[in-house]
């Protein structure tokens, strides 16, 4: 890592996170900076990485995450199921109303609309239930992302404010580097005719 006195380096720290000592994360910082799902795919920015670090430290934090990565994997055949259902139902519904609304009987379309609207009324009556833990199910998973998202900037607040507290305060170094251009300054003065 090159601090910024002159011609001083560093080498690695193993107490500061690696995101911190990659020459190239403030050329990276200057980008965009992406949002990122909470899920394992940490890395996208300086939070994501430093993010990665603490993960690789705590293996309990990255094995509970690893488990809500595989819980979100697992139900995707339960959540796919449920919407294809419910689409295909919708688009039902809103096709036969289309289709019943061609008849030109005005008693046989009323007939066929009410019938429609009574299958349909039951079929939500049949999912209310499902529809109620499937809001409860989508409730949690927002509150688990905002937890793992909590999470994270604790974290890594946590790791910037020791990386903060282990650097200098710069001082020496930009009163160092006043006085050498300040010399330069004063020299360039003294060829000024």
């Known amino acids: ?4 006195a002159c011609g001083h380096t560093d080498t690695a720290d193993e107490e500061v996170p690696s995101a911190l000592q990659d020459p190239s994360a403030v050329e990276e910082l200057t980008g965009e900076v992406k949002s990122s799902f909470p899920r394992l795919a940490y890395g996208e920015d300086l939070v994501e990485k430093l993010f990665a670090d603490v993960l690789e430290k705590d293996t309990a934090l990255k094995s509970l ?22 689409a295909l ?21 009323a007939q066929q609309l009410a019938v429609l609207e009574r299958s349909q009324g039951a079929l939500r009556m049949r999912l209310a239930e499902a529809a109620r833990l499937e809001a409860m199910y989508s409730a949690s998973t927002t509150r688990i992302a905002d937890l793992i998202e909590l999470i994270k900037l604790q974290r890594t607040l946590d790791l910037m404010e020791a990386y903060q507290r282990k650097e200098p ?17 004063e020299r360039l003065k003294a060829q000024v005719k």
Do not use: C, P
């Not at 995450?65 to 419910?86: A, I, K, P, S």
């Not at 001082?171 to 050498?180: H, L, N, T, Y």
């Open 1 to 4: 890592m090159t601090i910024f």
């Open 65 to 86: 995450l690893e488990q809500v990565d595989e819980r979100y994997d697992q139900h995707g055949d339960t959540v796919q199921r449920y919407e294809r259902f419910n």
């Open 89 to 109: 139902n919708d688009a039902y519904y809103t096709s036969a109303q289309q289709h019943a609304h061609t008849l030109k009987d005005s008693t046989e379309r």
């Open 169 to 185: 305060s710069f001082v020496k170094s930009w009163k160092d580097e006043v006085g050498r251009v300040r010399e330069l300054e």
